[in-house]
């Protein structure tokens, strides 16, 4: 079993940066190629935000965050970071890590079915 944990949500100012951590634990080797981080603001749906691949030579964007995120990754300390930036209220939401399942939600032509259990981000205007 894989748990992952997220790390680093709380209260920013608009306009202002936050960096979110998300440690994988456990039966690590299982982990296929991608991570992402997923968000749901209350009352909508879970949305993807970014993804990296396992050997780092892909990451991909949504376009509500291309140029202001960044997504990351250590591989030997089994983390994956999201730098955020230039935050925006609309960033407000908890923000989930997932990994590759082959099943579950899928985003950028993957499917993300193993979450952790979220942390939230609030963006004040």
């Known amino acids: 079993q894989v748990q992952l944990v997220e790390s680093g949500g709380g209260v920013a100012p608009a306009g202002g940066s936050s960096r979110l951590s998300c440690a994988a634990s456990?039966?690590?080797?299982?982990?296929?190629?991608?991570m992402s981080w997923f968000r749901q603001a209350p009352g909508k749906e879970r949305e993807g935000v970014s993804l990296i691949s396992k050997h780092l030579n892909f990451k991909y964007y949504s376009d509500s965050v291309k140029g202001r995120f960044t997504i990351s990754s250590d591989t030997a300390k089994n983390t994956v970071y999201l730098q955020m930036d230039n935050l925006a209220p609309e960033d407000t939401a908890t923000y989930f890590c997932?990994?590759?399942?082959?099943?579950?939600?899928?985003?950028?032509?993957?499917?993300?079915?193993?979450w952790g259990q979220g942390t939230p981000v609030t963006v004040s205007s």
């Open positions: 456990g039966r690590t080797s299982s982990l296929t190629y991608r």
């Open positions: 997932a990994a590759e399942e082959g099943y579950g939600v899928a985003f950028g032509g993957f499917k993300f079915g193993l």
